[in-house]
């Protein structure tokens, strides 16, 4: 099952629209792909929150999600970059269809 970008209910994989919204349900692979995700990771990896800054202010955005810039920033130092790296990683396997990504929120 996928989840409606808009509310975060559980709708069915082949839904194009949510049924409790009303909401477009967007396609994922139509969202930017895996591009996207690897530029994603290399900003977030060699450049932290400033990264992830850059991330929130272009296209580079997931539809729907913002990302955690003061995480990033706080989490990061106070893990002694773990934090970092695994929010960088993460960024390779993004799915606008869960619920939760690390280092990302709903808007």
Do not use: Q
């Not at 975060?8 to 629209?17: F, L, Q, T, Y």
């Not at 690897?38 to 977030?44: D, H, K």
């Amino acid at each position: 099952m996928a989840f409606c970008s808009k509310c975060g209910k559980e709708v069915h994989d082949e839904a194009e629209i949510c049924v409790h919204c009303g909401c477009r349900i967007k396609n994922p692979t139509m969202e930017g792909g895996d591009n996207n995700k690897l530029i994603r990771f290399l900003l977030t990896f060699f450049l932290g929150w400033i990264g992830s800054l850059v991330i929130n202010h272009t296209n580079l955005k997931p539809a729907g999600w913002k990302s955690r810039t003061c995480a990033y920033f706080f989490l990061t130092i106070i893990t002694f970059g773990i934090y970092g790296l695994v929010a960088a990683i993460c960024n390779l396997t993004f799915d606008s269809n869960k619920p939760s990504n690390i280092g990302y929120f709903k808007e």
